[in-house]
């Protein structure tokens, strides 16, 4: 079974639209922790925020916004005002603990002009 | 401080022949991982070292192996290569281990097996 399922595999939005992309993740460790990375085609993954098991304030970075509820099992992550250089493919991964990253198989998203 | 390393960043090779990608982490990281970008499967998990020794392994074959040098350079190895093993191969590092910090990564190695 997927630990990490990204459902939207690919979304299109105008530009300055706001877009979330979702993430459902599934655990049985109480402590664990998620991350977002952004992937562009240069294909580098780049760290966007990483969240712990206990900490479920949502965080606001710029036009970046995370919104972690444990209920639900999610960790969304929302773009406000979308621009072009938004475009690229975006992971949601879970760590439980110091093993290894289990990676969601992206949402590719592109941002119209 | 510079990032992750990763050589060559593309090269091509036949069913058969065998392949090496080097990596070289950030500064000061002792943790090393390895994995595979595939269209179909994702991200996929090959192995971690810390202090050349292998911590944790994926579920791939034998084919595929690694090691990692004293100032934590790696390499990972694939043999009698597939088809199915044209790849991005992604390394990542992270300071220590145990850690539950985040990974980073470097641009990739893309291998295409003919």
């Known amino acids: 079974a997927q630990k990490v399922t990204q459902a939207q595999t690919e979304i299109s939005v105008v530009e300055k639209e706001d877009v979330t992309l979702d993430c459902v993740y599934e655990?049985?460790?109480?402590?664990?922790?998620l991350f977002w990375y952004k992937q562009p085609p240069s294909g580098e993954l780049v760290f966007l925020i990483r969240?712990?098991?206990?900490?479920?304030q949502n965080e606001i970075s710029g036009r970046y916004s995370w919104n972690f509820q444990k209920s639900t099992s999610s960790f969304n992550f929302t773009i406000t005002a979308s621009q072009v250089v938004d475009s690229a493919v975006y992971f949601c991964?879970?760590?439980?603990?110091?093993?290894?990253?289990?990676f969601g198989t992206g949402t590719s998203l592109t941002v119209i002009p | 401080k510079a990032g992750v390393t990763q050589t060559p960043r593309y090269l091509i090779k036949t069913r058969g022949q065998q392949v090496t990608l080097s990596c070289s982490p950030i500064s000061g990281h002792r943790s090393v991982s390895w994995y595979q970008q595939t269209p179909g499967q994702g991200l996929q998990f090959l192995f971690e070292?810390?202090?050349?020794?292998?911590?944790n392994k994926g579920n791939f074959p034998g084919r595929f192996s690694g090691r990692q040098f004293s100032n934590s350079r790696s390499e990972m190895n694939v043999s009698t290569l597939e088809l199915g093993d044209s790849a991005l191969y992604l390394c990542?590092?992270?300071?220590?281990?145990?850690?539950?910090?985040?990974?980073?990564f470097g641009e990739g190695s893309r291998l295409t097996v003919l």
């Open positions: 990542a590092s992270r300071q220590t281990v145990p850690s539950t910090g985040e990974l980073f």
């Open positions: 070292y810390f202090s050349e020794t292998q911590r």
């Open positions: 991964a879970l760590s439980e603990g110091i093993g290894q990253f289990y």
């Open positions: 655990t049985r460790d109480t402590t664990y922790y």
């Open positions: 969240r712990n098991s206990f900490d479920e």
